[in-house]
Structure formats: structure tokens, C-alpha cells
């Protein structure tokens, strides 16, 4: 599975923005995708996911309320779109396509995108 992520930029804080993931096709191993963020120096954080079956998501306390992500089975396509951007924001997005378990958890697969920079300034 082949992921191109698209979108990122720069914003002025309170800002917006929206991500795009798009996937070469889909396997039966992949229930779920994710969109995660990394700064240099630091873990990589899971951000938010979402469900093909149903769409069910689950996002980081630090997004809630801010972020939506959202998906176009028909396109193999992955959205987030991030309203009310902070400063600490800033950082490359990634978007995995990997699969949630029976306890909620995601599981990210091997099959990463290439990373899109978003810088949000004060």
C-alpha cells in the first residue's frame, strides 16, 4: 500500500488547514487508518483515527474538539482538517494505514506516507 499525504503548509495560529492521505489501494489486513505527528527530537504521536468500516474515530486529547479526520472509501482517501491551529501544532504529518482490535487500540502498520510539513506561527 502506497500513501501520499497532501496539504500541509503554513498557517497563522487560530488557522486552518486540511491534510489529505491517499491510498494506492486497500488489503484485507487494513481496517483502519491513522494520521500521526512528529517533532524532531520526539516519539512520533498518534493524532487521530478513523474506522473504513464505520467511521468510528478516536482522537488525542490535545485535538479534540479542533480536529476532524474523515475518509472517501470510493477514493481510498483519508482527511484531517484542523480548525483553531496552536503554534504547538507544528509538526510533519504522517498517515498510516494499519487496524484497530477488538480493545479500541490502533495498531499502525508498515505502510507509513512520505510526511507533510504543517508550521502554525503566532
Known amino acids: 500500500v502506497h500513501l501520499v499525504e497532501s496539504g500541509g503548509g503554513l498557517a497563522q495560529a487560530g488557522g486552518s488547514l486540511r491534510l489529505s492521505c491517499a491510498a494506492s489501494?486497500?488489503?484485507?489486513?487494513?481496517?483502519?487508518m491513522g494520521w500521526y505527528r512528529q517533532v524532531p527530537g520526539e516519539q512520533r504521536e498518534l493524532v487521530a483515527v478513523?474506522?473504513?468500516?464505520?467511521?468510528?474515530?478516536i482522537y488525542a486529547d490535545s485535538v479534540k474538539g479542533r480536529f476532524t479526520i474523515s475518509r472517501d472509501n470510493a477514493k481510498n482517501t483519508m482527511f484531517l482538517q484542523m480548525n483553531s491551529l496552536k503554534p504547538e501544532d507544528t509538526a510533519v504529518y504522517f498517515c498510516?494505514?494499519?487496524?484497530?482490535?477488538?480493545?479500541?487500540?490502533?495498531?499502525?502498520?508498515?505502510?507509513w506516507g512520505q510526511g507533510t510539513q504543517v508550521t502554525v506561527s503566532s
Open positions: 498510516n494505514a494499519g487496524f484497530t482490535g477488538a480493545n479500541g487500540n490502533y495498531y499502525p502498520s508498515r505502510y
Open positions: 489501494e486497500r488489503t484485507f489486513s487494513i481496517n483502519a
Open positions: 478513523i474506522t473504513i468500516g464505520d467511521g468510528s474515530t
